[in-house]
């Protein structure tokens, strides 16, 4: 039986239409970690499944497609796949690299090998369907969701956490939370900075997260001079990140590919 084929398309900002073909077939380029985080997830499911006889086999995103896929074959139950992203909408509709078209096309493998995709938003459904070229009946959107209750947080921990990284009570504090990497977009929020602070005296960044970028973007804010009006908590446990959000008055999403 030859392998299936499909066009995937991308759109640039500029509204071009960029469209290729790629089979699924196993991407060439693909390093060896990723091989064996899924030899280790089969592995694993495959022990529970002595135990448990699964009805569907849930995949989040590309990393696990291989794994996903042999589980729902091997096992003979349905594959339902969640697309929190995906790689040519980190890049803005485009796909530069070997590296990046590898994963593109396991991310078509995995919405091909599904029988339902989910995307956590309408925007999302909208990407999947017109990248993949999935008809719209096959995607659901489930959208994102949190605990109210989690987020609710006294006066007094607003106000330790001003008193411990706001200049002063009154100056304004801005918080990031994120992932370190270029795609979450710090590294234009801290080119802004010389100029908010200017208009803003005092005014102070917090920034709650970690990730391959940090040294880049540490480097970034000494070359600006921001000095200690950038506060680098690293990864912040969700009880103290509740706190800072309700701090903060302004929080700060730069994201690339929004």
């Given amino acids: 039986m030859p392998r299936p084929t499909r066009s995937s398309t991308a759109y640039g900002s500029s509204g071009c239409r960029t469209t290729r073909r790629c089979s699924s077939s196993t991407p060439r380029r693909c ?28 995949a989040h995103d590309w990393l696990v497609a291989h794994a996903a896929a042999t589980l729902k074959h091997h096992l003979g139950v349905p594959l339902v796949a969640t697309m929190h992203a995906t790689e040519a909408g980190r890049h803005q509709g485009w796909l530069p690299g ?7 096309s396991v991310e078509w493998w995995l919405t091909y090998e599904a029988r339902r995709v989910l995307a956590c938003s309408e925007y999302m ?15 659901d959107t489930v959208p994102n969701g949190v605990h109210p209750q989690d987020w ?19 100056a304004p504090l801005l918080l990031f939370s994120g992932r370190l ?35 880049e973007l540490r480097a970034q ?16 446990p969700g009880r103290q990140l509740a706190s800072l959000a ?11 590919h929004l």
């Fill in 125 to 139: 459904r909208w990407q999947i369907t017109q990248l993949f070229e999935l008809p719209p009946a096959k995607v």
């Fill in 181 to 215: 990497v270029y795609e979450k977009g710090l590294q234009d929020i801290l080119a802004a900075l010389p100029r908010l602070r200017r208009r803003h005296p005092g005014l102070r960044l917090v920034v709650a997260g970690d990730g391959p970028y940090g040294d």
């Fill in 221 to 236: 804010a000494r070359r600006l001079r921001l000095g200690k009006s950038v506060q680098w908590l690293g990864f912040v």
């Fill in 152 to 170: 609710k947080v006294s006066a007094a921990a607003v106000r330790t956490v001003r008193r411990t990284y706001g200049s002063t009570l009154d």
């Fill in 31 to 58: 390093w060896p970690g990723r091989w064996a985080f899924n030899h280790a997830v089969t592995r694993a499911a495959l022990a529970v499944c002595d135990e448990i006889q699964p009805e569907v086999v849930h």
């Fill in 98 to 104: 070997d590296l990046n078209r590898s994963i593109h």
């Fill in 246 to 256: 309700a701090a903060a008055d302004c929080a700060l999403a730069g994201a690339e």
